[in-house]
């Protein structure tokens, strides 16, 4: 995940992983972070079809609140 702009230290990015048109929360990560930092909390890739990350205030939400910014089918 390069080349992501710069976030302010209120946000993160978070990552969901969607199955069927439902996001799970997976984890967050913030502009700064090396790819190797990012700690994936629901890591069932085999199930989804979709990854997509969002641009969120610091505390994890159970759905996107905001627009989906970037989206990559498996």
């Known amino acids: 995940m390069n080349n992501l702009p710069p976030l302010p230290e209120s946000q993160r990015y978070q990552v969901w992983l969607i199955t069927r048109q439902v996001p799970v929360p997976s984890g967050m990560f913030g502009s700064s972070d090396s790819v190797e930092q990012l700690e994936i909390l ?3 890739f085999s ?3 979709v990854i997509g990350v969002s641009v969120e205030t610091l505390r994890r939400s159970p ?3 905001f627009a989906i910014v970037l ?3 498996f």
Do not use: I, Y
């Open 47 to 49: 199930e989804s079809d």
């Open 71 to 73: 989206v990559r089918k």
């Open 42 to 44: 629901s890591a069932n």
């Open 63 to 65: 759905q996107p609140p």
